[in-house]
């Protein structure tokens, strides 16, 4: 078993909430990690919503269901039943016992207003991304506390990553199951098992939609569209669905933890930025499985490989965001004229990390533009700009412009 490192973030949670809601992709581990953490005083029933008698039990009377299950207790797959977590606010407000419901769903049921406004004040939530390139390897990574510090310091030296074996990483993804795979064939298998399962039974779950291939067809034309702005106008016409059943296909895709979005950073600067969020999927194994990305196909076009280093970027530092002591705000930068920066880092105070993501070996001044540009925009607000690059040495190019290698994200 991975030892993940939120582990202690969901203790925590427990030690001083009623309600903890651990959110994230289905098979990522979430039902893994929950019931690892009995021990220490914490000894929770644990029942699991995939049974069909239990969930028909807690359908029929929520509040008798509840009244009959001794806490603490850990809800596994609560997005079968959200109508359950109004009962568990009534429970919560006569007994705000620290810990009593350790909830876990494979959809964000904090999209639904009524459950998000219910629980407010009452529960804390925790999402579990994929397996980090850390946990794989047992460590526990400091990447944007290293960068964001005031006493930044490059590394002296780096190991060495050899890129086949960068993109080997990148193509297996972080799903535990994908990850202990040994065969690339094994890994494909998994891969389209889990797209399948996803589309016949999580989204009919979810909704009314029986458009299978509708569906697999959308989440096609949005793998190859990942690091690029959402606009819904031009995948409507690329895939014929109107705007309006898009919208609610998208969405649906982003509950079910698939794709996320990264927002445009603005902060009241200039009116030439584009407004737009970027489009990302949440494990890049999935990503490479819909575009038919391989070894051989990133070696031939260049164009696969930034896609991909560039999700596989932006995922790392947001599976990080969920441990690290630095608290920082996620954004991409782009002006109207396509001067950009891929991921920047706003922390409490404004202060910006800014960071560009090249799947290049080596790097030259020109990569350095759209930073250059933010600094611009930013003024004293820019704390440094960093190149990651698939390279081994970290250098300075300016006092507050450094290029480092992507292997740095979980080593140094």
């Not at 039990?57 to 207790?73: C, G, Y």
């Not at 608290?327 to 800014?354: I, K, Q």
């Amino acid at each position: 078993m991975f030892r993940r490192n939120i582990t202690d973030s969901v203790k925590e949670a427990l030690s001083d909430t009623a309600v903890v809601l651990l959110i994230g992709a289905r098979q990522c581990g979430k039902s893994t990690l929950v019931q690892s953490l009995s021990g220490e005083g914490y000894e929770p029933q644990y029942l699991t919503f995939d049974d069909p008698t239990l969930l028909a039990v807690a359908s029929e009377d929520s509040m008798a269901f509840l009244s009959s299950v001794q806490r603490p207790v850990i809800f596994d797959e609560v997005q079968r039943i959200p109508e359950l977590l109004i009962p568990i606010k009534k429970m919560v407000d006569e007994d705000r016992q620290p810990g009593s419901f350790l909830l876990t769903g494979s959809a964000n049921v904090l999209l639904l207003p009524t459950v998000a406004d219910a629980l407010v004040g009452r529960m804390e939530a925790i999402t579990l991304r994929p397996l980090s390139q850390g946990e794989i390897l047992g460590r526990r990574e400091n990447f944007i506390s290293r960068i964001c510090g005031d006493a930044f310091a490059l590394p002296k030296r780096t190991e060495p990553i050899d890129r086949d074996l960068l993109f080997s990483q990148i193509l297996t993804g972080g799903f535990p199951e994908a990850v202990q795979r040994t065969t690339v064939s094994a890994r494909d298998r998994w891969f389209r098992s889990y797209i399948a399962t996803l589309l016949q039974r999580d989204v009919r779950e979810l909704s009314n939609i029986d458009s299978t291939a509708d569906l697999l067809r959308l989440l096609s034309v949005l793998a190859a569209r990942s690091g690029g702005l959402l606009n819904f106008a031009e995948i409507s016409r690329s895939t014929g669905i109107p705007q309006t059943t898009l919208k609610r296909y998208i969405a649906m895709f982003e509950r079910l933890f698939v794709i996320e979005f990264l927002p445009a950073y603005s902060a009241n600067l200039s009116k030439r930025l584009t407004r737009s969020p970027k489009l990302y999927f949440v494990d890049t194994g999935i990503l490479a499985n819909l575009i038919g990305a391989t070894q051989e196909k990133i070696k031939l076009d260049g164009s696969i490989a930034g896609r991909l280093m560039e999700n596989f970027v932006i995922g790392e530092l947001r599976k990080q965001s969920g441990w690290s002591s630095t608290v920082a705000s996620m954004f991409h930068f782009r002006t109207v004229n396509n001067e950009e920066v891929d991921l920047v880092l706003e922390l409490p105070g404004g202060d910006c990390v800014g960071i560009e993501i090249k799947s290049g070996a080596s790097v030259t001044g020109d990569a350095f533009k759209g930073l250059k540009v933010l600094k611009n925009e930013l003024g004293r607000k820019f704390k440094r700009g960093i190149v990651l690059y698939t390279g081994d040495v970290s250098v300075a190019f300016a006092d507050d412009l450094f290029a480092m290698p992507v292997q740095t994200l979980w080593k140094n």
